[in-house]
């Protein structure tokens, strides 16, 4: 009688093993196997880590195995179990492999695919199709959009992390790294000396020194001893934690009425203002997105403020960026003066604070929150409703997509939530951080999280202009190597642009994000379709970069871009993109780390060694 090899790979986290009875049926295009229960008698099966092997007889041939299905049955109490992937050995000594990573909970049963990547045009056979359809309908049913608060992209249909798919949740690992970070920050920051500093105002600057005492590196303590400076503060802009305000002045606004006679003491090259515009050395920020925004308010005796400032900024001979004055609102008056380098020293110094605190919230609400967070939850929701496991953009943004909706839902649930830590701390909390999220979804384009598109915008795509922008060159060389990945997967199973026109899966895909995780905001501008591979690679580019690279620089790193753990793929074409990707992504690291020798501010945020995989944190 003809017999089949079955291996199953249990998870190596926490708690992925399980004592509860698995049951498996091989499904093939000529008939279907028995259902049988998985045991070996005196051995203790489906352990953490395990890769545990089972003869299944069948009385005749099955065929081509095209599904298998797993099932779960009570033992003694629910216990979840994590699989990895299930591999057949035919009678004719054939592998057919099936990844799963996913969670069964409860009496839960889970179909299979074999791992070949197929659209849904190449499917034939009645079984095949009625699979993908089933597995679409329960996720639709499973992700949910929810409005979180109106004007905003939508999120998840879950208030709490529990309350979330068990595939999503985060692992138990990961559970508890948030809590040993926490003690790890708690005694780095030396916090249990100093607990009163922050449940009161500072009076002293000398505060962060204290604060900082058990944290010592190169950049911190260079960064400690010039944080007064103009060039410090000029340099941020370019290489900070916020490096996407910065843009060209081309024509100073009218509601920023400098004159040439303020600032001509700081200009170095014997022209005027408005030469300097024009020989394309004055940029300029303005943080108008704050304007009316309420500041919180954390008891009736403590108000907070806010600040809308536009700061004007000088490349001088040197190539370095100085700000050269300093408006902190945006209607002009004698109430809102010009701050400018030659006022006095401390003037000067809380004008640029005040520059510094309205740059935080920005970077913290918009540049970080939604730019990042937000727009990769709603790719992540689009992703789950409108693809199935088997579809190669599936396997391709689910590595980047991993965590995400978990640590949004925390967001949604402890920071920025009613009564959360926004509220307490922030200046923004209180409501006006959705306000100011609000605000800024208004100039939010699929344009604009297209990172060449966005760097040109804003004028500063130049490199001689701008030699030092470390930002812009590292991030265009990792946009460049995604986008030739994301173009390798797509060429592979995308013949012409007829094939991405045709396929109806990833048309609801991108409809499902404009239409309902954006809301069709006006001026949003996301497309509904997509016509061309071409379009094709660049919507899976600014997917990856956003959860990725853009997300780096605006954060910090976990598991580096380019490793995948968790094989969706099985396909040997795409295995070597892959690998491609990795060798390209270890030579931009290399030009990095090269670039960076000897420098007193070396800039890491996105070389790729630094570049976590998704937005998990």
Aim: negative net charge.
């Amino acid at each position: 009688m003809p017999s089949y090899t079955v291996t199953i790979a249990t998870g190596s986290q926490w708690f992925a093993g399980t004592d509860d009875y698995i049951y498996i049926t091989l499904m093939g295009t000529e008939q279907c196997s028995e259902r049988t229960l998985l045991d070996k008698p005196l051995y203790n099966d489906f352990e953490r880590g395990a890769v545990d092997s089972y003869d299944v007889t069948v009385g005749e041939h099955l065929g081509e195995i095209v599904l298998v299905k797993i099932e779960k049955k009570k033992y003694w109490v629910q216990d979840d179990w994590y699989c990895r992937y299930i591999t057949v050995k035919t009678p004719t000594g054939d592998y057919v492999e099936f990844p799963c990573f996913r969670w069964l909970v409860d009496n839960k049963e889970v179909v299979l695919r074999d791992g070949r990547a197929r659209l849904p045009q190449d499917d034939k056979t009645r079984l095949v199709k009625q699979h993908r359809q089933k597995e679409l309908e329960t996720r639709r049913k499973t992700y949910r959009w929810k409005e979180w608060q109106p004007g905003i992209p939508m999120s998840i249909d879950a208030s709490r992390h529990k309350d979330l798919p068990r595939d999503i949740q985060f692992d138990s690992e990961k559970g508890v790294d948030f809590v040993l970070n926490y003690s790890k920050a708690i005694e780095n920051l030396f916090v249990n000396q100093f607990m009163h500093m922050f449940q009161s105002s500072w009076s002293d600057f000398a505060d962060f020194e204290r604060i900082f005492v058990r944290i010592k590196n190169t950049i911190s303590e260079y960064v400690m001893q010039h944080w007064k400076e103009d060039f410090m503060f000029g340099y941020q802009y370019l290489n900070g934690c916020n490096p996407v305000v910065i843009q060209k002045c081309t024509k100073l606004p009218d509601k920023f009425p400098v004159t040439h006679e303020m600032v001509a003491v700081c200009l170095e090259r014997e022209l005027t203002l408005e030469q300097e515009i024009e020989a394309g050395n004055i940029y300029i920020a303005d943080y108008e997105v704050l304007d009316g925004i309420s500041p919180n308010c954390t008891d009736p005796c403590t108000l907070q403020y806010l600040a809308a400032p536009i700061c004007l900024l000088y490349k001088n001979a040197q190539n370095k960026i100085l700000p050269l004055a300093i408006q902190l609102g945006q209607t002009p008056g004698e109430d809102n003066p010009i701050f400018l380098p030659s006022d006095g020293q401390y003037d000067w110094l809380l004008a640029k604070i005040w520059v510094r605190s309205a740059d935080f919230q920005q970077h913290q609400t918009v540049t970080h929150l939604l730019r990042t967070h937000l727009m990769t939850e709603v790719f992540g929701i689009a992703m789950y409703r409108q693809l199935p496991a088997v579809h190669p953009v599936y396997k391709l943004l689910i590595p980047h997509i991993r965590f995400t909706i978990a640590i949004n839902t925390k967001a949604r649930e402890q920071l920025i939530c009613e009564c959360g830590i926004f509220d307490k701390a922030n200046a923004t909390g209180g409501g006006g951080h959705v306000q100011l999220i609000q605000k800024a979804v208004k100039s939010l384009t699929f344009r604009s999280l297209c990172f060449p598109d966005g760097i040109k915008a804003r004028g500063v795509d130049n490199k001689e202009e701008l030699p030092t922008y470390f930002y812009r060159d590292d991030g265009n060389r990792v946009w460049e190597a995604t986008k030739s990945f994301a173009s390798d997967v797509v060429r592979i199973y995308y013949s012409s642009d007829e094939m991405v026109q045709g396929d109806e899966e990833i048309q609801a895909f991108v409809k499902d994000v404009c239409s309902f995780g954006m809301q069709d905001f006006d001026h949003c501008e996301f497309p509904k379709s997509l016509k061309s591979r071409e379009e094709l690679t660049e919507y899976l580019t600014v997917v990856i970069f956003t959860a990725s690279a853009q997300h780096a620089a605006v954060n910090f790193g976990q598991l580096y871009l380019g490793m995948y753990p968790d094989e969706h793929f099985i396909e040997k074409p795409v295995k070597e993109a892959m690998e491609t990707f990795r060798k390209q992504l270890a030579e931009i690291t290399s030009t990095i780390k090269r670039r960076n020798e000897g420098k007193k501010l070396p800039y890491y945020n996105m070389s790729p060694d630094m570049i976590p995989n998704s937005v998990a944190v």
